[in-house]
Each structure stands twice: as C-alpha cells, then as structure tokens.
C-alpha cells in the first residue's frame, strides 16, 4: 500500500471541494480501499468555546462510562453524569458537533449523503495509554468495527475522527488491506461456521430484526464480523506479527476511515471527536471492496440475504 494516508488539501469548511463532483466521489473510492482521508486543520466549525469546554472537565473524576455519547437519532447524552449545567452543556456541544459532521460529510462525500443510517457521536477524553481495560474492550488492540446492536447487514462503518488535544499526537496502529487481513485469518476465526448458519437461524434473525429486537436482523456476516473482532484481539500472534504502520494525527487535524476494513489500534492520545455513519451497500462506489463482498468470496457462499 502507498502513503498510510491521502492528506486533502482542497476542501475548505463552507465552501466545499474546489472540484465538487470528481473529488467526492475519488474520496468514497479511496475510503472504500482502505484509504484514510486526512485533513490537517478543521475542515468543520467547531467554535473554541465548545472545545476549550471539553478539554476542562474534569474527567477522570466525573462519573463516565466508557466514552460520552450522543446519539443524533434519540437526541440522547449518553455515559456521563453530574450537575444539570455541565451535562446540558456537553449535550449541546456533542448536538451542534454532530450537525456539523454531517453537513462536512454531505459535502465531501456527497455519494452518500442522505442514503447513510446516522449512528452515534462520541467524545473521548481519557488517556487511551493504560487504560486497563478489558480485552475485548481495548481500543489499543488491532481490530475491525462491529457493532452488538446496529448490524449493517454488509453496510459499512465510516466514522470520521477529530483529535482535540491541543498538544498530543493522537497514535494509530493500523493494518489496512482487509483482503490480506481475512485471506490470513478469517476461516481461522470460523468464518465457514458462520457462512454454514441454516436458513432457519436466518429467517429467526430476520424476524427478530423486523420486530425491533435489539441485535436481531443479524447476517451470518455480522456475526461473524463481531466475532471477527473478537479473534483479532485475542489473537497474540496476529497483534505481534502483522505488518502495521504507525500514524500520528496531530493536534486538530481530523480524519475519516472505514474501521469496519482497516484494523485499528489508538496507541495513545486524549480528546477525541467521533461520529459514526452506517453506509449501506446500495450507496458503496465500489462494493467489490466491501468486507462482506471479500469475505463472500473467501467463503464461497453467501453471507447477506
Ligand atoms: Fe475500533
């Protein structure tokens, strides 16, 4: 693979791309490879005041889950509590933040835009160094995205990154040819025992999935994509042998990736911007590059219905 990342220096917050139509839909292509989008300075507004508020909290002390969240479609803060003010305030950043996004994301890859499933926003404002935490909740594993409750159903993960830190790199692992990644691992981590699934666990999942059950409406491709992420982590081997290359997103630079096809690992970095967007197949520029497409044909089977 060539550069780790394709720095874009003709979009400009407001205005847009200089070459609209060519340039959004060059973006999406290069995202759908495996590409990372990097934008050095800002590429959406995000007043001062908002970031200088995130960034003066104090965090380690305020009760918080994993990350803060917001979830666009709800209107919902999620995963911190304390006085009224603090928690509103973080709401209407993290609400503002997520308009933003999607008007950057409308412009610049505009293929998609309205066809997307908005997911939730998050900030992140612990250490990721050391954090201690669970296995299979380490983001300074290598992984690929999938998500318990939202199956894409061979939809992809965009998600779109901001370091806030004024002062810190934020540290990326990545591994990000997922052809190579499942031809090596994937029948390793079962793949033809998700692929086998009978058509009457299907049917079950697509019921389950139209009645609203939380997590139903899962293909044997999302199943076997979570425990895909699964495998990866648990798997010694894999993290201290595959080949990854290092990035160092700089203070406010901003960047977007399919995190469903490039294996990740934050390293370390503090202050992080995140909104997620589920782009389904009938959006995708180049559905040959898509997880499910690549996983099929490893298979040789069906695994979205
Ligand atoms: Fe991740």
């Known amino acids: 693979m060539s550069e780790p990342w394709i720095a874009i220096d003709d979009y400009k917050p407001g205005r847009g791309w200089m070459e609209p139509n060519q340039r959004a839909r060059a973006c999406c292509l290069a995202l759908e490879r495996g ?4 934008f050095r300075e800002l590429p959406f507004n995000l ?7 995130l960034l003066s909290q104090p965090w380690t002390e305020l009760r918080l889950h994993k990350n803060v969240s917001y979830r666009p479609d709800e209107d919902a803060l999620r995963g911190v509590s304390g006085d009224k003010a603090t928690v509103d305030r973080l709401h209407s950043i993290l609400r ?3 308009t933003q996004v999607i008007d950057f994301a409308t412009k610049s890859l505009a293929p998609y835009a309205g066809k997307w499933t908005l997911d939730f926003s998050s900030f992140r404002p612990l250490e990721e160094e050391r954090r201690g935490l669970p296995l299979h909740k380490r983001n300074d594993l290598l992984h690929v995205d999938a998500f318990p409750s939202r199956p894409t159903r061979g939809g992809r993960i965009l998600r779109v990154f901001t370091n806030l830190n004024p002062a810190k790199p934020r540290v990326w692992n990545v591994m990000q040819d997922f052809e190579t990644l499942a031809r090596y691992y994937a029948k390793d981590a079962g793949l033809d025992k998700f692929a086998d699934e009978s058509v009457i666990t299907r049917t079950f999942q697509d019921w389950g999935g139209k009645l609203g059950f939380r997590g139903m409406g899962r293909t044997p491709y999302d199943m076997f994509m979570l425990r895909f992420h699964d495998y990866l982590k648990e798997n010694a081997e894999f993290q201290a042998n595959c080949p990854k290359v290092r990035l160092e997103f700089p203070p406010l630079a901003t960047w977007m990736v399919y995190t469903d096809g490039v294996a990740h690992a934050a390293m370390s970095g503090q202050y992080a911007l995140e909104q997620t967007f589920l782009i389904p197949t009938n959006a995708l520029v180049a559905r040959d590059q898509a997880p499910y497409r690549i996983l099929e044909k490893i298979a040789g089977r069906p695994l979205v219905s």
């Open 35 to 38: 590409q990372i989008l990097f």
């Open 96 to 98: 503002n933040y997520t």
């Open 47 to 53: 007043p001062v005041e908002d970031r200088e508020f």
